[in-house]
């Protein structure tokens, strides 16, 4: 049973493996539509509003605003994944 096992596990494993080595080659875009892409993917007007915060470093100095506005705080941490930057 488990030699079958181990048969049947090999074998997907060579089905998967050359069926990734058959894939196509990703084929040029046409210049033709390459700038009508481009724009599409860029950044649009509206889809980051976080660039319009004004994003603190110090937490003493955004606790401080906070509490003068009687505003809560966001953080926004990680492995860059902030905004202003890697982490």
Do not use: N, Y
């Amino acid at each position: 049973m488990k030699q079958l096992a181990a048969r049947l596990l090999f074998g997907a494993f060579a089905i998967c493996s050359l069926a990734a080595t058959a894939a196509d080659e990703p084929r040029p875009i046409p210049l033709d539509q390459f700038d009508s892409l481009h724009k599409m993917i860029r950044v649009q007007p509206g889809e980051q509003r976080f660039w319009k915060i004004s994003w603190m470093l110090s937490v003493t100095e955004a606790r401080e605003e906070a509490a003068k506005e009687g505003k809560p705080i966001f953080v926004w941490a990680g492995a860059g994944g902030a905004p202003i930057g890697v982490c």
